[in-house]
Nanobody
Framework: QVQLVESGGGLVQPGGSLTLSCAVS????????TKWYRQAPGKERELGAS????????NYAESVKGRFTISRDNDKRLVHLQMNSLEPEDTAVYLC????????????????WGQGTQVTVSS
């Protein structure tokens, strides 16, 4: 069974930095795309950043562009989210999700979500 586990969240002061990691466990034949979302209390889930495994193309929401960097380590099956210049508005639960194939015999892509990690930006 494929699972995602996020780590690296915590409490940080405004202007500070954190690096989140998303680790994939379980067998996957191919991981196509990994995304980081965030959800703040009372707000809709927001896509923050995404990265395509083949080639490393990235995309960012306007709210995090220039401050956040998504990267991947395919060998270790990790995706990181480096967050700089954090603001109180970045406070949220951060969740990662990926699209993967189960085997070379099955061309379908499935999606799995992690449980999330809390990021709190406060002085």
């Amino acid at each position: 069974q494929v699972q995602l586990v996020e780590s690296g969240g915590g409490l940080v002061q405004p202007g500070g930095s954190l690096t989140l990691s998303c680790a994939v466990s379980g067998f996957t034949f191919d991981i196509r795309l990994t995304k980081w979302y965030r959800q703040a209390p009372g707000k809709e889930r927001e896509l923050g950043a995404s990265i395509i495994s083949a080639g490393g193309t990235t995309n960012y929401a306007e709210s995090v562009k220039g401050r956040f960097t998504i990267s991947r380590d395919n060998d270790k099956r990790l995706v990181h989210l480096q967050m700089n210049s954090l603001e109180p508005e970045d406070t949220a639960v951060y969740l990662c999700t990926c699209q993967y194939r189960r085997s070379w015999l099955d061309s379908r892509y499935f999606e799995v979500w992690g449980q999330g990690t809390q990021v709190t930006v406060s002085s």
